[in-house]
């Protein structure tokens, strides 16, 4: 089973900042936290991984406070092409990880003009 | 960049055919997965294998074998289909069981009637 909890659907605006947040209170010392991106008829795509802090990238920024046990994930300035669903997973990344890739349902995120 | 590649598509079946759904990635990774994807569901494990010679069970493998051909080859087999099993397939692979960025296939949708 999936070790994180998200909102079930988010709604915003083009040109807004979107902060989608996932909880996960029990993951391991090694877990990473990692979002991915799902257009429909299409496979999820890789956005963005991190441990703790803050990382950023040319699409998204991630952010993990000290006590690990929520994240969220920053889109800057979304366009109606950000219309997807988002899965957030927290899975090992280093020895001793995971089954597989545990996917819970996600955030489908809604963008309107 | 072919990355990873399902065979076929598109797949109509009658209750109680078999086939087997291919996937091959160009990658050079070693773990490789089998997901379905249900409307309105996250994406649900059905069998992965974490290198090379092995395979291991997901959340949902009853209905389902796979095999890992070679490093770069892992199909996925419905031995007697069910209308259960009308779903979309994603395949996947991943450098290490370990590591979360993995790499999907477009995906094969199949219906069992």
């Known amino acids: 089973l999936a070790k994180t909890t998200q909102p079930i659907s988010m709604d915003s605006y083009e040109g807004q900042e979107v902060n989608i947040t996932c909880s996960h209170n029990n993951i391991a010392t090694n877990d990473y936290i990692t979002w991915y991106q799902q257009f429909p008829s299409q496979g999820p795509r890789f956005i963005i991984q991190?441990?703790?802090t803050k990382v950023t990238n040319e699409v998204a920024s991630l952010f993990i406070p000290a006590d690990r046990k929520s994240s969220t994930l920053s889109l800057p300035r979304v366009s109606l092409s950000d219309t997807a669903v988002y899965y957030c997973l927290a899975e090992g990344n280093s020895g001793g990880g995971a089954d597989g890739l545990t996917f819970g349902k996600g955030t489908h995120l809604i963008i309107q003009p | 960049n072919a990355g990873v590649t399902q065979t076929p598509k598109f797949q109509v079946l009658k209750t109680g055919q078999s086939m087997t759904l291919q996937c091959a990635q160009d990658?050079?990774?070693?773990?490789m997965y089998w997901y379905r994807q249900d409307p309105g569901m996250g994406l649900r494990l059905i069998y992965y294998s974490a290198s090379e010679g092995t395979t291991d069970k997901g959340e949902v493998p009853n209905g389902y074998n796979v095999s890992r051909l070679n490093k770069r080859e892992f199909s996925l087999r419905l031995e007697s289909a069910a209308p259960s099993q009308t779903s979309v397939y994603f395949c996947?692979?991943?450098?290490?069981?370990?590591?979360?960025?993995?790499?999907f296939g477009q995906g094969t949708r199949l219906t069992v009637v």
């Open positions: 991190g441990y703790k």
């Open positions: 996947a692979s991943s450098v290490y069981r370990e590591n979360t960025e993995a790499f």
């Open positions: 990658m050079n990774h070693n773990s």
